[in-house]
């Protein structure tokens, strides 16, 4: 199946670029694997700062700040239901999996562990992997989305299986950290075949400033004097960013006839 991406794609001139970096791509996740040392989950991750129970809802804040994601999820899952002829099936697929993803959040923060920590990546691999589909099918190919969310689906969820039983983040990290520099590339490389694409970068801002909130858990908590912690703003910056696409898929128009 792989082999056959490439044949559709190698088919029109207009992909050559892309070929080049998914070449690229592939040649860096191989000079990790072999340069690297494993990366491992550090134990502390689980340790967050906002532990509150309110009511029965252990850890509450971190819990209940993943509504936002079901919320945009159901609302983008509807507009594409309706719009059926103007959106692929990746976008469905998006906002399938950030309501997956606000459930196995949930789930996570009830009770933050290694094994619960699973059902909170593998719904985030599924946004991931399908948000770039969607947009190679939007603005590059839409003949090759039978074959790229198959492929891309399987190896984000084979990225969190692989750290599951190896215990090493490398391949997981490289998912997540590939797909949103690729993104940003094929912004630059490809004419849009849609208006209000910039709401794509504004998402990236958001998410960008998502990690550095969560990387500041109790920093965050201690200067807002208990009102929020870094973690549970993570949450609320990273719907934004799903937000904005939202947005941005609402908004906008073809400039002209669908690719491929």
Not at 179 to 191: E, Q
């Amino acid at each position: 199946m792989t082999f056959k991406i490439f044949d559709v794609l190698a088919n029109n001139s207009r992909h050559k670029w892309l070929i080049r970096i998914a070449l690229i791509f592939i040649f860096l996740f191989i000079c990790l694997l072999l340069f690297t040392n494993p990366i491992y989950q550090n134990p502390d991750y689980h340790l967050l700062i906002d532990n509150r129970q309110v009511f029965f809802i252990p850890n509450f804040a971190d819990v209940i700040s993943n509504l936002p994601f079901a919320m945009i999820g159901l609302a983008g899952l509807l507009y594409c239901l309706r719009n059926n002829s103007e959106t692929s099936l990746s976008w469905r697929i998006y906002f399938i999996g950030l309501i997956l993803v606000a459930a196995g959040s949930s789930y996570y923060h009830w009770n933050p562990n290694n094994q619960t920590l699973v059902w909170d990546r593998l719904p985030m691999t599924v946004c991931f992997m399908s948000l770039l589909v969607a947009l190679l099918v939007d603005n590059v190919s839409a003949e090759a989305e039978r074959y790229l969310l198959p492929v891309s689906l399987l190896l984000g969820a084979g990225s969190v299986i692989y750290w599951h039983y190896t215990g090493d983040l490398r391949f997981y990290a490289f998912i997540q950290f590939g797909t949103l520099a690729a993104i940003p590339l094929i912004l630059f490389l490809y004419k849009s075949q849609y208006t209000h694409r910039y709401y794509l970068l504004y998402g990236l801002v958001f998410y960008a400033l998502a990690k550095i909130l969560e990387l500041n858990d109790s920093r965050i908590f201690e200067l807002s004097t208990g009102l929020i912690s870094g973690h549970t703003a993570k949450h609320l910056f990273a719907a934004a960013a799903t937000y904005c696409v939202y947005l941005m898929l609402k908004k906008r128009s073809s400039k002209n006839c669908r690719p491929g």
